[in-house]
């Protein structure tokens, strides 16, 4: 395994890779979360490169950019054991250069959710994916659907670009106990931690509704809601049952199902997570 910290060194490895090539964005910290994009991506190509960026462009001001937990040594060793070609660990101004201004906004769909929490944080997804993809320019780039609505914008700044890159979701990796996995999570305090599952509870008792028939996103809500908001270590900032494409709130479910996602602050640390409900039953 190589690992590289510039896009002419990237280039240059990434000419001699046999393809396809799969690529694996990342802030590091790795997790099984992130294990399960390589395996995915190791299963379908015969190269695989992770990047490894704390993005800061995608945190706002008063954010965690600075206490984003790192540990490059710890990364390379588990991306190594994974069979990864190439690891891509740029610096902030190789991929910022100080007279950059290009940014790629992905509209209307970035400031619904977590863009109306976090203004500007999928303009900075937008832009550091674009970035990402011209420069190792993969056959496939994977993506967790822990984070749904970054899965939806990215594949509509895909498609709006034209990008020739095929985007592969890949399922949440959960623990034991519901909570999904993070990097962020390391930061729990023993009481927020146990506390934490509640999340995926509140997801799952929602969940359960749907499979017994429940079709009013406000009760889908209310059942999340009902589950979380005894927790007094948690504090929901949302909860959304949306249009999987559009990401629109909704008041009756159609056909393409729900979205049902939430936001919450355990403390400092802000968790989140979703479900995908559909014909199909309940995933994620
Ligand atoms: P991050 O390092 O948090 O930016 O995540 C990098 C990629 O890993 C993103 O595509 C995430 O959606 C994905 N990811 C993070 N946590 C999980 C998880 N628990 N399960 C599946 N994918 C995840």
């Known amino acids: 395994m190589r690992t590289l910290t510039t896009i002419a060194e990237l280039r240059a490895a990434r000419a001699a890779l046999p393809g396809p090539v799969g690529l694996v964005p990342t802030m590091g910290y790795l997790h099984e979360g992130h294990l399960g994009l390589v395996r995915a991506a190791r299963a379908e190509n015969a190269s695989v490169v992770v990047s490894i960026f704390v993005n800061p462009t995608q945190f706002g001001p008063g954010e965690d950019l600075a206490t984003y937990p790192r540990d490059l040594e710890r990364d390379f060793k588990l991306s190594e054991h994974e069979g990864v070609d190439l690891v891509f660990a740029p610096s902030v101004s190789e991929m910022y250069p100080p007279d950059d201004a290009v940014t790629v906004d992905p509209g209307p769909i970035g400031s619904r959710l977590e863009g109306a929490a976090r203004p500007g944080h999928f303009r900075g997804v937008g832009t550091v994916v674009t970035k990402l993809l011209n420069v190792v320019q993969p056959d496939r780039a994977y993506f967790g659907q822990k984070d749904a609505q970054q899965l939806v914008v990215i594949e509509h700044v895909v498609r709006g670009l034209f990008l020739p890159v095929t985007i592969v979701a890949c399922p949440t990796v959960r623990e034991p106990d519901g909570l ?19 999340l995926y509870r509140g997801l799952a008792r929602a969940s359960n509704g749907w499979r017994a028939g429940e079709r009013s996103p406000e009760c889908l809500r209310a059942a999340v809601r009902a589950e979380v908001e005894p927790e007094r270590e948690l504090c929901l900032e949302y909860v959304s049952a949306a249009h999987p494409r559009t990401l629109e709130e909704l008041q009756t479910v159609p056909a393409e199902g729900v979205l049902l996602s939430l936001a919450s602050h355990a403390g400092s640390v802000r968790l989140i997570d979703n479900v995908r409900l559909g014909e199909e039953g309940a995933t994620g």
Not at 180 to 198: I, M
């Open 180 to 198: 999904a996995l993070s990097s962020r999570n390391v930061r729990l305090t023993p009481t927020q931690r146990a506390a934490a599952p509640a």
